[in-house]
Nanobody
C-alpha cells in the first residue's frame, strides 16, 4: 500500500523554525517528484515547494523563498521541509504529495499520492 506520512508540525512562535518530514512506505520515493503544499482555513490548497527526483531541481513559492528549504534523503525514503523565520501567515495544514514524473511542479493538480497532513501554527 502506497503511503505518505507527514510529521514535524506543531506550534511555534513567529521567527521560529520547524522541520517537516514526509516518509514514504510501499514505494521507492526516489522515482517520484515530491511537493509540499499547504491549506489554511477558508483558503485553497497552494504549492509551497517541490523537488525533482534527483534533488537537483527545486521550486519555491514566492511567499517562502529564502525561508524554506526542501531536501530529500532517498536512502531514507524521506523528504524534508526546513522552515525558518516562520510568520503567522504560514499557519496551515501542510501536506506532501508524490507524482511519478520528472518535472517538478507547484500545481496541486497532477500529484497522485497525498499524505494526511500535519498542522503548523505560528502564533505568539
Amino acid at each position: 500500500q502506497l503511503q505518505l506520512v507527514e510529521s514535524g508540525g506543531g506550534l511555534v512562535q513567529p521567527g521560529g523554525s520547524l522541520r517537516l518530514s514526509c516518509a514514504a512506505s510501499g514505494f521507492i520515493l526516489e522515482y517520484y517528484v515530491i511537493g509540499w503544499f499547504r491549506q489554511a482555513p477558508g483558503k485553497e490548497r497552494e504549492g509551497v515547494s517541490c523537488i525533482s527526483r534527483s534533488g537537483i531541481s527545486t521550486q519555491y513559492a514566492d511567499s517562502v523563498k529564502g525561508r524554506f528549504t526542501i531536501s530529500r534523503d532517498n536512502a531514507k525514503n524521506t523528504v524534508f521541509l526546513q522552515m525558518n523565520s516562520l510568520k503567522p501567515e504560514d499557519t496551515a495544514i501542510y501536506y506532501c504529495a508524490a507524482v511519478f514524473r520528472t518535472m517538478c511542479s507547484l500545481q496541486v493538480r497532477g500529484y497522485e499520492y497525498w499524505g494526511q497532513g500535519t498542522q503548523v501554527t505560528v502564533s505568539s
